[in-house]
């Protein structure tokens, strides 16, 4: 068992429940009450832009559960550009808590809920979320390099499951990119990275420090209309790049800085495929279909599952990547 510690600060029940942001369970008469989570504090399992992540223990619950808690600085007096940073993440997890805790598919990390904290000089955003055993997409093509065309196609339909939920939903991902897709050890694929998702009639302008993150794998559309003129449809081009990305090895636009990769986008280009790599008629017909420029001609998740190319080999089971 890992190492764990007693987590602290203290939660601020009044600051969680003016936000919206503690787990609400429902009670046997149906009425929803809000409950503090109680949890042991594990060692960091990851880091990303806006907070570190950590294993912990969740002990609320009869049963000891281990989970995943992503702690955010939640700054209150707005000093610099990187508070400024932390306080659109911390507004946006706002905005999509209910939502990103009534999400409940087998390729969707699990919201577990949101609890704010207060420590003697700052106050901390806790997101508590499934543990996921294994690592990002993203880390393995970065160590391991392309994968065998089974594996990429076993994950693009794992990945397209949790995006035909999300669109049923009229939820856009938005922040879909190899590192957002978490990998267990047995190749199960959990969409996390949620925090930027956002309803299709309530879309708002992501922070720039997202945009430079996630933008090789972003549709032009998303890049050229910041505020409005997209949809679902804008994750599945992602979700090309990812597949693209999974069977060359190389990142969308892998020649170009953010840059270059914004002009060509605003001449319709699209993301090119390595002069080493061919790739078959279907595959290629798959690509089309996923970046296809007006995003009414890209395909929905639902068409895309049942593709042809995604057929796996007769027997095939996930043994590693190269399998
Ligand atoms: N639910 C989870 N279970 C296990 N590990 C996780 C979980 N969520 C995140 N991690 C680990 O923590 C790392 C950082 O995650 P985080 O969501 O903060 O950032 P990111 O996805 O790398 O990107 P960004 O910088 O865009 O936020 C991930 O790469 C992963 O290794």
Same mark, same amino acid.
């Given at each position: ?29 149906? /009425? ?12 960091? #399992? ?9 294993? /912990? ?12 808690? @992503? ?10 550009? =990187? ?73 693009? !339909?794992? #990945? ?7 669109? =049923? ?13 978490? !990998? ?14 956002? $309803?299709?009639?309530? #879309? ?31 994750? #599945? ?31 319709? @280009? $699209? ?26 001609? $890209? ?25």
């Amino acid at each position: 068992m890992p190492h764990m510690q007693a987590s602290d600060p203290v939660p601020s029940t009044s600051i969680a429940q003016k936000a919206g942001l503690l787990s609400t369970v429902a009670d046997a008469s149906g /009425a929803h009450r809000v409950d503090a989570i109680r949890w042991i504090r594990g060692e960091p #399992i990851g880091k990303g832009t806006y907070g570190r992540v950590y294993l /912990a223990l969740s002990i609320s619950t009869g049963k000891p559960q281990l989970v995943a808690v @992503k702690q955010v600085d939640s700054p209150q007096v707005l000093r610099d550009e =990187s508070d400024q940073r932390q306080a659109r993440f911390v507004h946006s997890v706002e905005r999509v808590s209910k939502l990103l805790v009534d999400l409940n598919h087998p390729h969707i990390v699990q919201y577990l809920g949101f609890q704010e904290c207060l420590g003697d000089y700052s106050r901390v955003l806790n997101i508590f979320m499934e543990y996921v055993s294994g690592s990002a997409l993203g880390c393995c093509l970065r160590e391991k390099g392309k994968f065998s065309e089974d594996v990429a196609k076993f994950f693009t !339909l794992q #990945i397209l499951g949790g995006l035909r939920y999300l669109h =049923s939903r009229r939820i856009i991902y938005r922040n879909l990119k190899a590192d957002s897709v978490l !990998l267990d050890r047995d190749g199960n694929c959990k969409l996390s990275d949620l925090e930027f998702s956002t $309803r299709e009639d309530k #879309i708002n302008k992501l922070p720039f420090t997202t945009v430079q993150r996630t933008l090789p794998w972003m549709a032009p559309e998303v890049i050229c209309h910041q505020k409005e003129g997209y949809c679902v449809k804008a994750d #599945i081009w992602s979700l090309g790049c990812i597949l693209l990305e999974m069977l060359t090895g190389k990142r969308p636009w892998y020649e170009d800085e953010l840059i270059m990769i914004t002009i060509k986008m605003n001449q319709n @280009k $699209r993301p090119p495929i390595p002069p080493d790599v061919i790739l078959s008629d279907l595959a290629m017909n798959f690509q089309n279909l996923c970046f296809a420029i007006n995003p009414d001609e $890209r395909e929905s998740a639902s068409h895309l599952e049942r593709h042809a190319y995604l057929k796996l080999s007769n027997g095939w089971r996930f043994q590693g990547f190269n399998g």
